[in-house]
C-alpha cells in the first residue's frame, strides 16, 4: 500500500504517530511531501491536497449526535460571504468530545430545547450531514448577534429576506420558541 492510498483510507490525511512504527511509509511521507503530493499542515499532520479542497467532513464520525451550526451553516446556505473559520459544530451542553488535530472545528454546546430545533439531513461533498435548516440559522444568526456583530446578523437577515426559499412562517415559530422575535423584528424595522 502506498503512502497516498494509505492517507485516503484514514479520511486524507494522518499524523506521523500513525505510521510511526512502519519506517518505509515514514520514508515514502517525506518523499511525497518533498514532491508536493501530500501536504504538511503542521508539525506531525499531512493531508492529501485534494482532500483539503473538500469543504465537508463526516461529522457523525468525528462528533456522533453533533449537527453543523453557526459559520458553516450560514455558508453552506450561502447567507453570509464570511467563511468559516472552522467547522462548527453543535453538540448537547455537558458532551464531552475528543476532537482531532485536524481538520480545525469549533464546538457550540447549547441547551435542550434549542440544540433540537430545526435539524435537517442534507448531502454535502458526499457525506449525510445533519445541519440545522435555513429558518433555524437565521435565528442562530440574532441570538448569538453580539458574539458575531450586527453586520454579520444583519447581513444573514438580509440575504435570507431576498430568497424565493424562505418561510416566514416557519422563521417566526422558530424565532418565538428561541425568544429572539422582538430583536428580530427590530431588525428588520431598522434595515427596511
Known amino acids: 500500500m502506498t503512502i497516498c492510498s494509505f492517507i485516503k483510507s ?3 490525511y494522518i499524523r506521523t504517530k500513525d505510521i510511526k512504527d512502519n519506517r518505509q ?10 514532491n508536493g503530493n501530500i501536504v504538511r499542515l503542521r508539525n506531525g499532520i499531512y ?5 483539503m479542497a473538500k469543504t465537508m467532513i463526516d ?3 468525528i462528533v456522533p449526535g453533533g449537527i453543523l451550526c ?12 464570511k467563511l468559516p473559520p472552522n467547522i462548527c459544530i453543535a453538540i448537547e451542553k455537558k458532551r464531552k468530545v ?24 442534507q448531502e454535502i461533498d458526499g457525506y449525510k450531514v445533519k445541519i440545522y435548516n435555513l429558518e433555524k440559522s ?7 448577534r453580539n458574539k458575531i456583530g450586527i453586520d454579520i446578523s444583519s447581513e444573514i437577515l438580509k440575504n435570507y429576506l431576498k430568497r424565493s426559499d424562505k418561510n416566514l412562517t416557519l422563521l417566526n415559530e422558530y424565532a418565538q420558541q428561541m ?5 428580530m423584528n427590530s431588525i428588520i424595522e431598522y434595515m427596511a
Open 10 to 12: 484514514q479520511g486524507g
Open 25 to 34: 511509509m515514514y520514508d515514502q511521507l517525506l518523499s511525497e511531501v518533498a
Open 47 to 51: 493531508a492529501l491536497p485534494d482532500e
Open 59 to 61: 461529522i457523525e464520525t
Open 70 to 81: 453557526m459559520y458553516s451553516a450560514w455558508a453552506h446556505y450561502e447567507l453570509t460571504t
Open 98 to 121: 475528543t476532537l482531532p488535530d485536524y481538520p480545525p472545528i469549533s464546538l457550540y454546546y447549547w441547551s435542550l430545547p434549542s440544540i433540537k430545533i430545526g435539524i435537517t439531513q
Open 138 to 144: 437565521v435565528c442562530d444568526a440574532v441570538k448569538f
Open 179 to 183: 425568544r429572539v422575535a422582538k430583536t
